[in-house]
């Protein structure tokens, strides 16, 4: 709206013109009213109704762009909370996979014996320290998971809320 009466003023001024110029060749007899009143419509109809507008319009394009900040808002604080809860999830897995991991280290060098020997019952195969081992980091890991995600939970909770 505002170029569009940029550009009437532009044109109306442009118009005022040559009619300056046409108005200095014309003979005194001539008279052509109607070109004035074109230049008089144009000031009183057209710049007058796009100013009206502008008025209408200004105040809701302010609305919308308060609206869209808010909105900005609103998605930067939901992309903080995802990251926040990302950066849990790889803590809470760092943290229970590193511990299982040392806990499957340390254990597998006790184990020297086979898996199955001809003789045992398919049974006896979970007391092997292989596998024992394994179910023990397996174990480990699962315990330090979930004591990491308590101890975080636990720590989020006592901060004081903004």
């Given at each position: ?49 796009i100013n009206v507008d502008l008025g209408y319009l200004i105040p ?14 609103l998605v930067e604080i939901e992309q903080a909370e995802i990251d ?79």
């Open positions: 709206m505002k170029l569009q009466l940029n550009t009437i003023k532009t044109n109306l001024k442009n118009y005022q013109d040559y009619l300056n110029q046409l108005n200095n060749i014309l003979m005194p007899e001539d008279n052509l009213p109607f070109f004035n009143k074109f230049e008089t419509r144009t000031k009183n109809k057209f710049i007058e109704q809701g394009q302010n609305l919308f762009s308060e609206l869209i900040n808010t909105i900005r808002g926040r809860s990302l950066e849990k999830t790889i803590a809470i897995f760092g943290v229970s996979l590193g511990v299982g991991g040392i806990a499957a280290s340390t254990f597998s060098g006790y184990v020297e014996r086979p898996l199955i020997n001809s003789n045992q019952s398919p049974l006896t195969i979970f007391t092997h320290p292989g596998i024992f081992a394994f179910l023990l980091s397996v174990t480990i890991t699962l315990v330090m998971g979930l004591s990491t995600a308590k101890y975080l939970r636990c720590r989020r909770n006592k901060l004081p809320k903004n």
